[in-house]
């Protein structure tokens, strides 16, 4: 027999913990090629003005200011880069003799090292774009091709190369891309998925749609995401046709509930979209209403023509189609109306994606941390009390005002015996009442005298 301890102890950890995802942070994308990777994250704006890679001025800088001018802001904010197929290089000014247009040149392969850096330098001996466009065109490093085209140099890597362009000098840039969207979403996934809200300096109609089209598709995965853009196109203010030749109107006509999508006369510059998503991102999913929010540096809807505040008959149009625009009640500026093109209010999906994602989580984790993994049909009573537990949760931040708890089938009766081979447990319901939110008042009074004063 052997020997045995007179006291012996043992301690099961059960701290496995399944992550679940966040529902915080904006991703803005543009083209360009200030970073090797497909996306950066910054933690405040200070990070973005200390890394030089984004010029200001840009369109990434101007969103990520706009995201970060927000109060609370967010905690944090993605930049993305789409893929591009040209860098093309502009001498920024009149160009004046004896002055020096530069940019420097980083080269990296397929796998992400550095293979060169080069400084692109030209001093002005001709008072003309070109000539300097002329000077770049003979100093490009190898694995890439440089060619001057009028007063621009077009700079491209060559195949299984990337080129990184910075430190512009007295030199603007500009870029081409073919990179479709559902490619520029499955390699930014595959980099960083912890971002929630994509919008895009692309608001041409065929990337909007497409762009919709996939973030559509992401409501049955374990990331769901939502998709934010803006437009100014000007048949949205316009009465409804059928069918729609506006892009909010197509958007709308398809049903997309994670698409949404504002008319600004300013979307191109200002991007809006960035702007209205950060003010609500760093409050607890479920618990805002995207109405009335008072959103920092997103200008009213202005008239394309006169710039004169947009009439509200024709931000009637934009609200016909389901868009978003930021409009003004007695000289307070606010947004409206806070729903995704579908039709469906955005902090009900915002707040559907969070309930969904912790119910999971919580059931995930209370089968990861039961002793030997195993939690049997006869005691899986576990299992209604951990889905109880997050709807509880989700009256406590104001997502549901109440619910009826969960159920299963009876173990004897109700289960088929399939499913108890498979070891699956179906048929687990519950019934969530939305809180909602107050989005118009409307009273009804009576003046009168009282009777007794009456003659």
Request: glycine share 8%.
């Amino acid at each position: 027999m052997p020997y045995q301890d007179s006291v012996s102890s043992s301690i099961t950890r059960n701290t496995t913990s399944a992550e679940g995802i966040s529902l915080d942070f904006p991703l803005f994308v543009a083209a360009h090629n200030y970073f090797f990777e497909r996306t950066r994250s910054y933690g405040s704006w200070d990070e973005v003005r200390d890394d030089d890679a984004i010029p200001s001025g840009s369109n990434s800088y101007n969103a990520a200011r706009l995201a970060f001018s927000q109060n609370p802001a967010p905690s944090r904010v993605y930049l993305g880069r789409r893929q591009t197929d040209t860098a093309v290089m502009t001498p920024s000014e009149d160009v004046v003799i004896g002055n020096v247009y530069s940019f420097n040149v980083n080269v990296y392969d397929a796998a992400g090292a550095l293979v060169s850096t080069t400084p692109i330098t030209a001093t002005a001996a001709v008072a003309t774009k070109a000539s300097i466009a002329a000077i770049w065109e003979g100093l490009a490093p190898a694995n890439t091709t440089f060619t001057a085209v009028g007063d621009t140099v077009e700079v491209e890597a060559d195949a299984t190369f990337t080129v990184v362009v910075k430190d512009f000098v007295k030199t603007s840039d500009s870029y081409i891309t073919t990179e479709t969207a559902a490619d520029l979403l499955q390699a930014i996934q595959d980099e960083e998925n912890d971002w929630y809200c994509l919008s895009s300096e692309d608001h041409a109609k065929a990337f909007q749609l497409a762009m919709a089209a996939e973030i559509e598709a992401t409501s049955g995965g374990n990331f769901p995401k939502i998709y934010w853009t803006s437009t100014t196109d000007a048949d949205t203010i316009k009465p409804v046709v059928d069918p729609a030749i506006d892009v909010i109107g197509e958007l709308k006509a398809l049903k997309y509930f994670r698409t949404v999508c504002d008319w600004n006369h300013a979307a191109d510059t200002v991007f809006p979209e960035i702007g209205n998503f950060s003010y609500n991102s760093p409050y607890q999913a479920g618990s805002v209403n995207y109405k009335f929010m008072q959103t920092t540096g997103v200008p009213v809807a202005a008239d394309l023509v006169t710039g004169k505040k947009l009439p509200t008959r024709l931000q009637g149009y934009i609200d016909d189609r389901n868009g978003g625009w930021m409009g003004e009640e007695r000289k307070v500026a606010f947004y409206r109306e806070g729903k995704t093109v579908g039709g469906e209010w955005l902090d009900v999906v915002v707040g559907s994606d969070w309930l969904n994602d912790q119910i999971e989580v919580a059931l995930l984790n209370l089968l990861l941390n039961q002793k030997g993994g195993k939690v049997s049909f006869t005691e899986a009573g576990a299992v209604i009390s951990t889905i109880n537990s997050v709807l509880d949760r989700a009256v406590d931040v104001g997502f549901l005002s109440g619910y009826i708890g969960a159920t299963m089938p009876d173990y004897l009766t109700e289960i088929p015996f399939s499913e108890k081979v498979a070891r699956i447990l179906d048929n687990v319901k519950w019934t969530g009442y939305l809180a909602g939110a107050v989005n118009t008042i409307i009273v009804n009074g009576n003046l009168t005298y009282e009777a007794a004063e009456l003659v």
